[in-house]
């Protein structure tokens, strides 16, 4: 027996002796149950429940890892499994689907032979190991082997070969296995598996043990040198084990760390990260791009992170095998513990359609529960994506583990890469602190931040920092609210109490902040319903006394910390208040906007407050569900409570007396401004108008800043108008925001960075359409601006991208009107745009910016770097112009380079005076002036007002006068125009002989389609490119200049292509040709010259009888032909049977006039009026497939001569009762355009109508129908006849113009044709009294005397003289006689043949002649001979300040003969005429001038800025400009004088509403003195009230038919926003008043009263009209001299007549809702001539209730009104004979059909 045999027998028979229960070889269990030594620290609970001390055995039951075993190289491996993911056995040893085991198995049945060792231990004589196997339905073995150091021999100790005999009932099988080795050794355990069928039949092991005897060969050291729970560093260092894997290298070279570390990049091998779950064909693998097999290339990602290359390392999931329920789990190693601000990184691949979501748990020792760290939900981008993830302070040893799932159709790639762990380590010992502002931790000797104790987190890692702490001042949430409460008034709902994660997907925390964990308790806002944005809850902390001051030495100061998590694609707001009364805010101390990620925020806050205070905590509900914001750990450090209660209101304390201030003495008066630091006085017209007229600015204080960049939250001066205060919580509204308050998902919404900046602190002002509903609109307001500077502009940037972004208008209000000047609609991108409006010379108004709100809430108004540019109004500098500036007529001094520019840049229009500027201009007010649409592109380029009528793009006004009403060139982009499609047009022909010639347009390109535009410079020989845009250049009209040159004659050819999205615009506006620019005297490029034809003599034409005559003896009223050859083409008497009769329509407008016959069945006429049958003509207007209310339609004649006084026009007209239309008569002359007549009542008959039209010259009659529903036509004219128009004897007064000449014979001459060396009368009596004519010569006289006689003077400054000639001076290109009728006199000329090609000679008058625009003329007579390379002649006028203004110019050959010129001369200053020969490239060229003359007119002078006489009685004197208008026509909501002071100071802002009792129910009234009335009838213009209180205090506002006057807001509210369950008009809600019923007495004068889905409405009585058939419309009078219905079709339409008086009531109602009011008034217009008193017999009224007096057509600015139509202001270009063709007034291409 052996000796330690005997030995155990000997102890027990001494223990038997000694009463114990259990002998020797048993163990007494803690409840006296004995149990055998060999089952000992089995993981068999063979005590029931009793714990046994297992700390010296060596036991492993897998869970957590391998516990040090050592896998052997063999060809296969004991794989770590789980009953849940791995094949085999249903439980582990202990019955836990969860738990883990070791297993070997065959997954194709071949051989596997796997190998694992034990750590090495020391030779013993009994050491024992237990273990449970498995061994499944496989041919196999499991051996356990003795492996000795160092001989390495192996000794068998223990085999099992079958298979457990109970498989189902007990599938593990315990053995035990007791040994002995005198070496050092291991144990290694073996698998062998010789064949399976069955790849989940398995070969497995659990809950390994080695007894006391077993003892590890490192231990022997360790007892000997370290004692328990040491780890060997090496080199004979030892360090405690619960510091290894801390974060902190504690080993000499970081041995404690070497398994753990806190950066892997994977390159070096896992780092200690292991796949847990390896058996099931799904887990997680170390590799690299190149190192995975081709099978499975699609599961890795193409690089690894770290290097960026195939060849890097990794971990991604490798899926072999397919199988319903997979998981892979990657598992850290077992970390200490980790410090308070302890995060992780790395990178992670998520990327395939099915790749599926991926988890990071918390798992810390001793807890069952994972806490959740990082999600990751399917398809995240073929990229590697960083992932932060804060671990905080963890004092448990803890593991992070990746669990990846796969249901079977995992297809995809997921991979890890880059883990790093970041201030995971605790702060280390010091011995002492170096701030004063630290805290030395207790036991860990770490030195903290003062304000870092007591915060609910263990900074110190020994809990020291939060020692003797305040529980009052602390609140983890753990336990409730502690002392915070949830406000209860000043709120919408209350803060969440949670545990574990927040219930919403994709936002707010996995866990609280104190604990780390799931089980952790923190404050949440729930953004869920019933929830809506920015709702708001408020926590509200105790009171806390006063702080201490500031740097106060013996007082800590008092803090606030908080941590916060705000995790979400719509997150808001965060906020932190401090108020000192128990209601309210208070002051905002702190805020955070947006995303801020899936992390716990940490905010300290030093509180600063002289009364006792609290702390509010607000979050704000987002735009969307995904918004949860949560709080945790707040605490106070340094606070004091206050055991009361805060005031309800402001403190009774007085508050401390002001300090007086000295007032400056001053003397100014009551109107004007007193300035604040001096007291200077300045006129209140000067206050707010961007000129500093205080020495200290006071008067630009309370003004809208000139620029304003938003930064700090600074509105600058405007002011939000609407919503009026107090705003809603959730109104659609202008507000101020940053790009760091943008929560996430909104950054698609508005830009994360500002436009002055360019970062995301930089602020703008937005309106969030999160709020409001769709067209909600908000106001940003400036105070009113007193005066402007003729260039003002506003320039801003804007930002407007989303899939359902609203509007931005801009307004300009002037009293009681509001101008829309700028607009832009819908998504404009991704970036900041930016946008103009032209503002030019204004008084006494102010800006709007209006935001309009989208659908939905995708997508804001962004405005930013508002600036106010070159607003200053103009200043007399009382110094003269210098010689390179233009004297304005009223003393301003502007830059040259401004002149005829289409901009009033003088603020009196004598820069764009049309006598001054006299080079080819075109405005497109009315035609294409002289551009030519060419007939070889694909599309034409149109006319149009306002914006595109489908899309609504382009210019919200033309650039000419900057109002909705302008003309504008444009190239239509949208269906049916194809991509590509091209419209051109050409100018006039310029000559070669062009200097200084430039070209100055406008252009507005806007869109993401708004095309190409090229100008070409086109020659006989070449097209050049000379621009070229592509695409969106701004949604504002932009100046381009382009220099042209050539050495040939060239024209001007805009191409516009239409882009690729037809959504975009292409429009021109004022194009200007520079007096450089000269006009060829030869043909077009493309039109060859066209011989004349027949037997006539040149210059004259061809009768169709034969006959010949003159071009001037056309369109006269007089048949010279005999066969009115002369006439037919003119637009003459028509009865339409045979054609238009010259009388052209436009072909590019919406509709047109149509030549047609009879139609009962369509709304054109059954019959004509001439024949009166169905086969008849007449013209018509069609209805069309498409178009828009507005849309007109024109026909004119062409230039008449001259007709008599006694000179009618007669017409049938026809307007059908089945369409609604005007139809207008207007005469345009030189200078003005005039209504003549107008019509739009309905009549299915025939009616006659004869207008007076006079003595007229050069005129033209246009005919205007204008729709004023819809698409329809209607419109119809007939048998137009010249009544008496032919001039015969002319009697004294009785010429087209006052100042005309009346020859002895009769005839008529205009002044400027008088005295010209040329008989206009057939009896030259024109010529006849010419004597003291100052500045005429003739030059008849001798060489040295002709400069004094003249009153001439050569110029010193030139290249050479003129000299005096007489015959031909130069060989066959001079004059071979002067202009004199016998040729025998003298002429005045340049002889070239010595000079240099562009050498000039010049004379100027001596005579300097009073100022003057549009009055003087000369006439001179010019010889110009030679080639085409014959130089230039050019007139000048040279004012004091020494600019030359061209006057006229021609150049080229133009004969062997005198030809003749008569120039206007204007300057708006005192001016000298200079007359100016430039030398052509042709030397032996000549040019001569002869017989020189000016108009008496021209030493007079006159009138440069017209000033109207004193306005009479009953008119009103405009304030800015020298007009009258009608009283009657001030404050009536329509501008009348042109700098609309007629409209000012009319009372539009809305008067503050009535303090009225309260006590009527929601939409009632209460009259002040009777019962309550419905809220509808408030401000409806009908006395309702006993005392009429309920239209007192009322706004101004012009509203139409159907619409309600909004007293809360002063705007109309139209009939479909009325009881649509919206409030639109507080306070009274009248628009959602009596929606169900009728008001009693309603319905006024027997209207009758209809409830609809709108509300009630009346059905008026014949003329009858308003909501309530309150307002009586005047009879319609006559507008003709006589109307007669015609006799033959009176008895015909009698029934049709009956049948329309029947629907009266319904009819009128109808038409007065969709009525417009049409004003025929612009005070705008040149003076026109005086028209015939008699006039007045047939103008009559106009459809807007304004009588036109006789007065109103008399000469005088501003007395003649602007009519409504696409005339104005009228051509002022030279006309060019033979080179204008007619081009209507264009508004768009012709869509002709039958209607």
Same mark, same amino acid.
């Given at each position: 027996?052996?000796?330690?045999?005997?030995?155990?027998?000997?102890?027990?028979?001494?223990?038997?002796?000694?009463?114990?229960?259990?002998?020797?070889?048993?163990?007494?269990?803690?409840?006296?149950?004995?149990? %055998?030594?060999?089952?000992?620290?089995?993981?068999?609970?063979?005590?029931?429940?009793?714990?046994?001390?297992?700390?010296?055995?060596?036991?492993?039951?897998?869970?957590?890892?391998?516990?040090?075993?050592?896998?052997?190289?063999?060809?296969?491996?004991?794989?770590?499994?789980?009953?849940?993911?791995?094949?085999?056995?249903?439980?582990?040893?202990?019955?836990?689907?969860?738990?883990?085991?070791?297993?070997?198995?065959?997954?194709?049945?071949?051989?596997?032979?796997?190998?694992?060792?034990?750590?090495?231990?020391?030779?013993?004589? %009994?050491?024992?190991?237990?273990?449970?196997?498995?061994?499944?339905?496989?041919?196999?073995?499991?051996?356990?082997?003795?492996?000795?150091?160092?001989?390495?021999?192996?000794?068998?100790?223990?085999?099992?070969?079958?298979?457990?005999?109970?498989?189902?009932?007990?599938?593990?099988?315990?053995?035990?296995?007791?040994?002995?080795?005198?070496?050092?050794?291991?144990?290694?355990?073996?698998?062998?598996?010789?064949?399976?069928?069955?790849?989940?039949?398995?070969?497995?092991?659990?809950?390994?043990?080695?007894?006391?005897?077993?003892?590890?060969?490192?231990?022997?050291?360790?007892?000997?040198?370290?004692?328990?729970?040491?780890?060997?560093?090496?080199?004979?260092?030892?360090?405690?084990?619960?510091?290894?894997?801390?974060?902190?290298?504690?080993?000499?070279?970081?041995?404690?760390?070497?398994?753990?570390?806190?950066?892997?990049?994977?390159?070096?091998?896992?780092?200690?990260?292991?796949?847990?779950?390896?058996?099931?064909?799904?887990?997680?693998?170390?590799?690299?791009?190149?190192?995975?097999?081709?099978?499975?290339?699609?599961?890795?990602?193409?690089?690894?992170?770290?290097?960026?290359?195939?060849?890097?390392?990794?971990?991604?999931?490798?899926?072999?095998?397919?199988?319903?329920?997979?998981?892979?789990?990657?598992?850290?190693?077992?970390?200490?513990?980790?410090?308070?601000?302890?995060?992780?990184?790395?990178?992670?691949?998520?990327?395939?359609?099915?790749?599926?979501?991926?988890?990071?748990?918390?798992?810390?020792?001793?807890?069952?529960?994972?806490?959740?760290?990082?999600?990751?939900?399917?398809?995240?981008?073929?990229?590697?994506?960083?992932?932060?993830?804060?671990?905080?302070?963890?004092?448990?040893?803890?593991?992070?583990?990746?669990?990846?799932?796969?249901?079977?159709?995992?297809?995809?790639?997921?991979?890890?890469?880059?883990?790093?762990?970041?201030?995971? %380590?605790?702060?280390?010992?010091?011995?002492?602190?170096?701030?004063?502002?630290?805290?030395?931790?207790?036991?860990?000797?770490?030195?903290?931040?003062?304000?870092?104790?007591?915060?609910?987190?263990?900074?110190?890692?020994?809990?020291?920092?939060?020692?003797?702490?305040?529980?009052?001042?602390?609140?983890?949430?753990?336990?409730?609210?502690?002392?915070?409460?949830?406000?209860?008034?000043?709120?919408?709902?209350?803060?969440?109490?949670?545990?574990?994660?927040?219930?919403?997907?994709?936002?707010?925390?996995?866990?609280?902040?104190?604990?780390?964990?799931?089980?952790?308790?923190?404050?949440?806002?729930?953004?869920?319903?019933?929830?809506?944005?920015?709702?708001?809850?408020?926590?509200?902390?105790?009171?806390?006394?006063?702080?201490?001051?500031?740097?106060?030495?013996?007082?800590?100061?008092?803090?606030?910390?908080?941590?916060?998590?705000?995790?979400?694609?719509?997150?808001?707001?965060?906020?932190?208040?401090?108020?000192?009364?128990?209601?309210?805010?208070?002051?905002?101390?702190?805020?955070?906007?947006?995303?801020?990620?899936?992390?716990?925020?940490?905010?300290?806050?030093?509180?600063?407050?002289?009364?006792?205070?609290?702390?509010?905590?607000?979050?704000?509900?987002?735009?969307?569900?995904?918004?949860?914001?949560?709080?945790?750990?707040?605490?106070?450090?340094?606070?004091?409570?206050?055991?009361?209660?805060?005031?309800?209101?402001?403190?009774?304390?007085?508050?401390?007396?002001?300090?007086?201030?000295?007032?400056?003495?001053?003397?100014?008066?009551?109107?004007?401004?007193?300035?604040?630091?001096?007291?200077?006085?300045?006129?209140?017209?000067?206050?707010?108008?961007?000129?500093?007229?205080?020495?200290?600015?006071?008067?630009?204080?309370?003004?809208?800043?000139?620029?304003?960049?938003?930064?700090?939250?600074?509105?600058?001066?405007?002011?939000?108008?609407?919503?009026?205060?107090?705003?809603?919580?959730?109104?659609?509204?202008?507000?101020?925001?940053?790009?760091?308050?943008?929560?996430?998902?909104?950054?698609?919404?508005?830009?994360?960075?500002?436009?002055?900046?360019?970062?995301?602190?930089?602020?703008?002002?937005?309106?969030?359409?999160?709020?409001?509903?769709?067209?909600?609109?908000?106001?940003?307001?400036?105070?009113?601006?007193?005066?402007?500077?003729?260039?003002?502009?506003?320039?801003?940037?804007?930002?407007?991208?989303?899939?359902?972004?609203?509007?931005?208008?801009?307004?300009?209000?002037?009293?009681?009107?509001?101008?829309?000047?700028?607009?832009?609609?819908?998504?404009?991108?991704?970036?900041?745009?930016?946008?103009?409006?032209?503002?030019?010379?204004?008084?006494?108004?102010?800006?709007?910016?209006?935001?309009?709100?989208?659908?939905?809430?995708?997508?804001?108004?962004?405005?930013?770097?508002?600036?106010?540019?070159?607003?200053?109004?103009?200043?007399?500098?009382?110094?003269?112009?210098?010689?390179?500036?233009?004297?304005?007529?009223?003393?301003?001094?502007?830059?040259?380079?401004?002149?005829?520019?289409?901009?009033?840049?003088?603020?009196?229009?004598?820069?764009?005076?049309?006598?001054?500027?006299?080079?080819?201009?075109?405005?497109?007010?009315?035609?294409?002036?002289?551009?030519?649409?060419?007939?070889?592109?694909?599309?034409?380029?149109?006319?149009?007002?306002?914006?595109?009528?489908?899309?609504?793009?382009?210019?919200?006004?033309?650039?000419?006068?900057?109002?909705?009403?302008?003309?504008?060139?444009?190239?239509?982009?949208?269906?049916?125009?194809?991509?590509?499609?091209?419209?051109?047009?050409?100018?006039?022909?310029?000559?070669?002989?062009?200097?200084?010639?430039?070209?100055?347009?406008?252009?507005?390109?806007?869109?993401?389609?708004?095309?190409?535009?090229?100008?070409?410079?086109?020659?006989?020989?070449?097209?050049?490119?000379?621009?070229?845009?592509?695409?969106?250049?701004?949604?504002?009209?932009?100046?381009?200049?382009?220099?042209?040159?050539?050495?040939?004659?060239?024209?001007?050819?805009?191409?516009?292509?239409?882009?690729?999205?037809?959504?975009?615009?292409?429009?021109?506006?004022?194009?200007?040709?520079?007096?450089?620019?000269?006009?060829?005297?030869?043909?077009?490029?493309?039109?060859?010259?066209?011989?004349?034809?027949?037997?006539?003599?040149?210059?004259?034409?061809?009768?169709?009888?034969?006959?010949?005559?003159?071009?001037?003896?056309?369109?006269?009223?007089?048949?010279?032909?005999?066969?009115?050859?002369?006439?037919?083409?003119?637009?003459?008497?028509?009865?339409?049977?045979?054609?238009?009769?010259?009388?052209?329509?436009?072909?590019?407008?919406?509709?047109?006039?149509?030549?047609?016959?009879?139609?009962?069945?369509?709304?054109?006429?059954?019959?004509?009026?001439?024949?009166?049958?169905?086969?008849?003509?007449?013209?018509?207007?069609?209805?069309?497939?498409?178009?828009?209310?507005?849309?007109?339609?024109?026909?004119?004649?062409?230039?008449?001569?001259?007709?008599?006084?006694?000179?009618?026009?007669?017409?049938?007209?026809?307007?059908?009762?089945?369409?609604?239309?005007?139809?207008?008569?207007?005469?345009?002359?030189?200078?003005?355009?005039?209504?003549?007549?107008?019509?739009?009542?309905?009549?299915?008959?025939?009616?006659?109508?004869?207008?007076?039209?006079?003595?007229?010259?050069?005129?033209?009659?246009?005919?205007?129908?204008?729709?004023?529903?819809?698409?329809?036509?209607?419109?119809?004219?007939?048998?137009?006849?010249?009544?008496?128009?032919?001039?015969?004897?002319?009697?004294?007064?009785?010429?087209?113009?006052?100042?005309?000449?009346?020859?002895?014979?009769?005839?008529?001459?205009?002044?400027?044709?008088?005295?010209?060396?040329?008989?206009?009368?057939?009896?030259?009596?024109?010529?006849?009294?010419?004597?003291?004519?100052?500045?005429?010569?003739?030059?008849?006289?001798?060489?040295?005397?002709?400069?004094?006689?003249?009153?001439?003077?050569?110029?010193?400054?030139?290249?050479?003289?003129?000299?005096?000639?007489?015959?031909?001076?130069?060989?066959?290109?001079?004059?071979?006689?002067?202009?004199?009728?016998?040729?025998?006199?003298?002429?005045?000329?340049?002889?070239?043949?010595?000079?240099?090609?562009?050498?000039?000679?010049?004379?100027?008058?001596?005579?300097?002649?009073?100022?003057?625009?549009?009055?003087?003329?000369?006439?001179?007579?010019?010889?110009?001979?030679?080639?085409?390379?014959?130089?230039?002649?050019?007139?000048?006028?040279?004012?004091?300040?020494?600019?030359?203004?061209?006057?006229?110019?021609?150049?080229?050959?133009?004969?062997?003969?005198?030809?003749?010129?008569?120039?206007?001369?204007?300057?708006?200053?005192?001016?000298?005429?200079?007359?100016?020969?430039?030398?052509?490239?042709?030397?032996?060229?000549?040019?001569?001038?002869?017989?020189?003359?000016?108009?008496?007119?021209?030493?007079?002078?006159?009138?440069?800025?017209?000033?109207?006489?004193?306005?009479?009685?009953?008119?009103?004197?405009?304030?800015?400009?020298?007009?009258?208008?009608?009283?009657?026509?001030?404050?009536?909501?329509?501008?009348?004088?042109?700098?609309?002071?007629?409209?000012?100071?009319?009372?539009?802002?809305?008067?503050?509403?009535?303090?009225?009792?309260?006590?009527?129910?929601?939409?009632?009234?209460?009259?002040?003195?009777?019962?309550?009335?419905?809220?509808?009838?408030?401000?409806?213009?009908?006395?309702?009230?006993?005392?009429?209180?309920?239209?007192?205090?009322?706004?101004?506002?012009?509203?139409?038919?159907?619409?309600?006057?909004?007293?809360?807001?002063?705007?109309?509210?139209?009939?479909?926003?009325?009881?649509?369950?919206?409030?639109?008009?507080?306070?009274?809600?009248?628009?959602?008043?009596?929606?169900?019923?009728?008001?009693?007495?309603?319905?006024?004068?027997?209207?009758?009263?209809?409830?609809?889905?709108?509300?009630?409405?009346?059905?008026?009585?014949?003329?009858?009209?308003?909501?309530?058939?309150?307002?009586?419309?005047?009879?319609?009078?006559?507008?003709?001299?006589?109307?007669?219905?015609?006799?033959?079709?009176?008895?015909?339409?009698?029934?049709?007549?009956?049948?329309?008086?029947?629907?009266?009531?319904?009819?009128?109602?109808?038409?007065?809702?969709?009525?417009?009011?049409?004003?025929?008034?612009?005070?705008?217009?040149?003076?026109?001539?005086?028209?015939?008193?008699?006039?007045?017999?047939?103008?009559?009224?106009?459809?807007?209730?304004?009588?036109?007096?006789?007065?109103?057509?008399?000469?005088?600015?501003?007395?003649?009104?602007?009519?409504?139509?696409?005339?104005?202001?009228?051509?002022?270009?030279?006309?060019?004979?033979?080179?204008?063709?007619?081009?209507?007034?264009?508004?768009?291409?012709?869509?002709?059909?039958?209607?």
């Amino acid at each position: 027996m052996p000796p330690h045999v005997w030995a155990c027998l000997l102890v027990c028979a001494v223990l038997c002796v000694s009463g114990q229960p259990c002998w020797c070889l048993n163990f007494e269990c803690l409840t006296g149950e004995c149990v %055998s030594v060999t089952h000992v620290s089995d993981f068999s609970d063979d005590c029931k429940n009793s714990k046994t001390n297992c700390t010296h055995s060596e036991t492993c039951d897998f869970e957590e890892g391998m516990c040090g075993l050592e896998v052997q190289h063999t060809a296969h491996m004991w794989a770590r499994g789980s009953s849940l993911t791995d094949p085999g056995l249903p439980l582990d040893h202990r019955g836990n689907p969860a738990g883990h085991y070791l297993y070997v198995h065959s997954e194709n049945g071949e051989a596997v032979t796997a190998e694992i060792s034990s750590t090495p231990f020391e030779p013993s004589e %009994s050491c024992m190991m237990t273990f449970y196997h498995h061994i499944g339905l496989v041919a196999g073995e499991l051996q356990l082997v003795i492996s000795s150091n160092p001989s390495e021999e192996q000794r068998q100790i223990w085999i099992r070969t079958k298979p457990n005999s109970e498989l189902h009932t007990r599938p593990w099988i315990r053995s035990s296995v007791t040994f002995g080795c005198s070496q050092e050794f291991r144990v290694v355990i073996r698998g062998l598996i010789f064949n399976s069928s069955d790849p989940t039949e398995v070969i497995a092991f659990d809950d390994l043990s080695f007894n006391q005897g077993c003892v590890k060969a490192a231990e022997v050291m360790h007892v000997l040198s370290s004692g328990p729970s040491q780890f060997d560093c090496g080199s004979g260092v030892c360090m405690d084990d619960k510091r290894v894997c801390d974060f902190t290298p504690d080993c000499p070279h970081g041995e404690d760390e070497a398994l753990c570390p806190a950066q892997c990049d994977f390159e070096a091998g896992s780092c200690g990260w292991h796949e847990f779950a390896p058996a099931d064909g799904f887990a997680w693998v170390r590799s690299s791009p190149a190192g995975v097999h081709a099978d499975y290339q699609h599961q890795a990602p193409p690089r690894d992170h770290s290097t960026n290359t195939s060849t890097g390392h990794f971990m991604f999931i490798l899926k072999s095998r397919n199988s319903f329920s997979q998981r892979a789990l990657l598992q850290s190693p077992m970390f200490q513990e980790a410090g308070s601000d302890c995060t992780i990184t790395f990178w992670h691949y998520n990327a395939g359609m099915s790749v599926g979501a991926a988890n990071m748990y918390l798992r810390i020792e001793g807890m069952s529960s994972l806490t959740v760290l990082w999600r990751t939900l399917y398809h995240q981008g073929n990229f590697w994506q960083p992932v932060t993830v804060q671990i905080g302070r963890q004092s448990r040893p803890f593991q992070i583990s990746v669990v990846k799932l796969s249901l079977g159709v995992y297809d995809g790639v997921s991979a890890l890469d880059d883990i790093n762990f970041h201030n995971c %380590s605790l702060p280390g010992a010091v011995d002492k602190c170096l701030s004063p502002h630290s805290f030395h931790c207790t036991q860990s000797r770490a030195c903290v931040d003062y304000s870092k104790l007591c915060d609910l987190t263990d900074d110190c890692g020994d809990e020291t920092d939060e020692e003797n702490c305040s529980s009052e001042l602390m609140c983890d949430f753990e336990e409730g609210l502690c002392s915070w409460t949830q406000d209860v008034e000043g709120d919408v709902f209350d803060w969440t109490h949670v545990q574990g994660p927040s219930p919403t997907p994709n936002t707010g925390p996995f866990k609280d902040h104190t604990l780390g964990r799931i089980d952790g308790h923190y404050l949440y806002i729930e953004s869920s319903a019933p929830q809506e944005f920015k709702d708001t809850a408020v926590l509200v902390s105790r009171p806390f006394q006063p702080t201490p001051p500031q740097g106060h030495l013996l007082h800590p100061p008092c803090v606030f910390r908080f941590h916060y998590h705000m995790l979400g694609k719509h997150i808001f707001r965060l906020a932190i208040y401090i108020r000192t009364q128990s209601s309210g805010r208070g002051r905002m101390l702190w805020v955070r906007h947006g995303n801020q990620g899936n992390l716990w925020h940490r905010k300290t806050l030093y509180l600063n407050s002289a009364r006792p205070f609290q702390i509010l905590v607000e979050g704000t509900v987002g735009d969307d569900f995904t918004g949860d914001i949560g709080i945790d750990d707040l605490s106070f450090l340094g606070c004091v409570p206050y055991m009361g209660s805060l005031p309800s209101g402001e403190a009774s304390t007085p508050p401390p007396t002001p300090t007086p201030t000295t007032v400056t003495p001053h003397s100014c008066l009551h109107s004007q401004f007193v300035c604040g630091t001096y007291g200077e006085c300045v006129s209140q017209s000067q206050v707010c108008d961007f000129r500093r007229d205080c020495s200290d600015g006071s008067d630009e204080k309370d003004c809208v800043m000139e620029e304003c960049s938003f930064e700090g939250g600074d509105l600058c001066g405007w002011n939000l108008h609407s919503p009026a205060p107090p705003v809603p919580l959730h109104a659609f509204r202008w507000q101020t925001g940053q790009g760091e308050t943008i929560h996430h998902g909104e950054q698609y919404h508005r830009p994360v960075n500002d436009h002055t900046l360019a970062t995301a602190v930089g602020w703008y002002v937005y309106a969030d359409s999160s709020n409001g509903g769709y067209g909600h609109t908000s106001d940003l307001l400036t105070p009113p601006i007193a005066a402007t500077g003729p260039q003002c502009t506003m320039g801003f940037w804007y930002y407007m991208n989303g899939f359902t972004v609203g509007t931005l208008q801009v307004f300009i209000k002037s009293g009681n009107v509001t101008q829309e000047v700028w607009y832009e609609t819908g998504n404009q991108g991704n970036w900041w745009m930016r946008g103009e409006v032209f503002i030019g010379i204004r008084h006494n108004f102010q800006v709007i910016l209006r935001a309009k709100r989208g659908i939905s809430y995708m997508g804001d108004v962004v405005v930013d770097d508002v600036a106010f540019i070159d607003c200053a109004p103009l200043v007399l500098s009382g110094l003269p112009c210098t010689k390179h500036e233009f004297a304005c007529a009223n003393g301003y001094c502007i830059p040259h380079g401004n002149l005829c520019d289409f901009i009033d840049h003088c603020g009196d229009g004598s820069d764009e005076n049309r006598y001054i500027c006299k080079g080819f201009r075109c405005n497109f007010e009315f035609d294409l002036c002289s551009w030519r649409q060419l007939k070889n592109d694909s599309s034409d380029w149109l006319i149009n007002s306002e914006r595109m009528p489908i899309l609504r793009t382009g210019p919200p006004t033309d650039h000419t006068s900057h109002s909705s009403s302008g003309h504008y060139l444009y190239l239509e982009s949208f269906f049916p125009l194809a991509s590509g499609a091209t419209a051109q047009i050409v100018g006039v022909l310029l000559s070669h002989r062009s200097r200084d010639c430039r070209m100055v347009f406008y252009l507005h390109m806007s869109g993401e389609g708004a095309g190409t535009l090229n100008v070409y410079l086109l020659t006989s020989s070449s097209h050049s490119l000379l621009l070229n845009l592509t695409g969106h250049q701004g949604n504002y009209w932009i100046r381009q200049e382009v220099a042209l040159f050539s050495s040939e004659h060239f024209q001007i050819m805009f191409e516009g292509k239409v882009g690729r999205i037809g959504k975009g615009d292409i429009c021109l506006d004022d194009i200007t040709f520079s007096p450089g620019c000269l006009l060829s005297n030869t043909p077009d490029l493309d039109l060859p010259t066209t011989p004349p034809s027949g037997s006539c003599p040149l210059g004259l034409l061809q009768c169709v009888s034969g006959g010949c005559y003159k071009a001037d003896e056309s369109c006269d009223f007089t048949d010279n032909c005999g066969d009115n050859t002369d006439e037919k083409d003119c637009g003459t008497s028509c009865s339409f049977e045979h054609g238009l009769c010259g009388w052209k329509s436009s072909q590019v407008e919406h509709f047109g006039w149509n030549l047609g016959t009879g139609s009962a069945q369509k709304i054109r006429p059954p019959h004509d009026h001439t024949l009166m049958n169905e086969n008849g003509h007449f013209i018509y207007l069609a209805a069309t497939p498409v178009g828009l209310k507005g849309d007109k339609a024109h026909m004119r004649s062409s230039v008449w001569k001259e007709s008599s006084t006694t000179c009618k026009l007669s017409f049938w007209y026809y307007i059908s009762h089945k369409a609604t239309g005007v139809i207008r008569l207007f005469l345009k002359m030189q200078r003005e355009v005039k209504e003549l007549w107008m019509e739009q009542t309905t009549m299915p008959v025939w009616r006659r109508a004869e207008v007076p039209l006079r003595n007229l010259r050069n005129f033209e009659l246009i005919f205007e129908a204008e729709r004023a529903r819809d698409v329809s036509g209607g419109a119809a004219l007939d048998d137009l006849e010249f009544n008496d128009c032919t001039r015969s004897t002319v009697h004294p007064g009785s010429c087209p113009a006052a100042t005309d000449f009346v020859c002895n014979s009769g005839g008529c001459v205009e002044s400027s044709l008088v005295c010209d060396s040329k008989a206009d009368c057939s009896d030259t009596s024109d010529e006849m009294d010419c004597s003291g004519l100052a500045g005429s010569c003739d030059f008849n006289m001798a060489e040295e005397q002709w400069e004094a006689s003249c009153q001439l003077v050569q110029d010193q400054d030139d290249d050479f003289d003129w000299q005096m000639g007489r015959g031909r001076q130069l060989q066959e290109t001079g004059p071979s006689a002067d202009h004199s009728p016998d040729g025998a006199g003298s002429y005045l000329h340049v002889n070239s043949a010595t000079q240099q090609e562009g050498d000039v000679a010049r004379v100027t008058t001596q005579l300097e002649f009073p100022a003057s625009t549009g009055v003087c003329y000369s006439a001179l007579w010019f010889h110009m001979h030679g080639s085409t390379h014959t130089g230039t002649l050019k007139v000048y006028t040279v004012g004091r300040s020494g600019i030359p203004l061209q006057m006229w110019a021609t150049s080229g050959n133009h004969g062997d003969g005198w030809n003749y010129a008569n120039v206007v001369l204007s300057n708006p200053l005192h001016f000298w005429v200079s007359f100016q020969a430039e030398v052509g490239g042709d030397r032996r060229a000549s040019i001569a001038i002869d017989d020189l003359s000016f108009t008496r007119e021209c030493a007079m002078g006159g009138s440069v800025t017209p000033t109207p006489a004193t306005c009479g009685p009953g008119r009103f004197q405009c304030v800015h400009m020298p007009a009258c208008v009608p009283e009657a026509w001030r404050c009536d909501g329509e501008p009348d004088c042109s700098d609309l002071s007629d409209e000012e100071g009319c009372g539009s802002e809305p008067p503050t509403t009535p303090s009225l009792p309260t006590t009527c129910p929601a939409g009632q009234y209460p009259c002040a003195h009777g019962p309550c009335i419905p809220a509808l009838l408030r401000c409806d213009t009908v006395d309702d009230c006993p005392g009429a209180d309920d239209e007192r205090s009322c706004p101004v506002a012009q509203c139409n038919g159907g619409e309600l006057v909004c007293e809360g807001t002063g705007s109309c509210v139209s009939h479909n926003r009325r009881c649509d369950h919206t409030v639109d008009c507080p306070p009274f809600n009248s628009d959602e008043s009596s929606c169900d019923e009728c008001p009693q007495g309603y319905c006024l004068n027997a209207g009758i009263c209809v409830v609809g889905s709108n509300g009630p409405m009346c059905i008026c009585e014949s003329l009858w009209s308003g909501n309530r058939c309150q307002v009586q419309q005047k009879p319609p009078t006559p507008t003709t001299a006589s109307v007669i219905p015609d006799p033959d079709t009176v008895v015909v339409y009698t029934a049709v007549s009956v049948a329309a008086i029947l629907l009266a009531v319904i009819a009128a109602t109808v038409l007065f809702l969709l009525r417009r009011k049409h004003a025929a008034k612009d005070p705008r217009l040149i003076a026109s001539e005086e028209l015939d008193t008699s006039a007045c017999v047939w103008r009559g009224e106009f459809p807007d209730g304004k009588s036109r007096a006789c007065s109103a057509f008399k000469p005088g600015w501003g007395n003649n009104r602007r009519p409504r139509i696409s005339v104005y202001p009228w051509r002022e270009e030279p006309e060019f004979s033979g080179m204008l063709s007619f081009s209507n007034p264009l508004y768009k291409g012709s869509r002709r059909s039958a209607d």
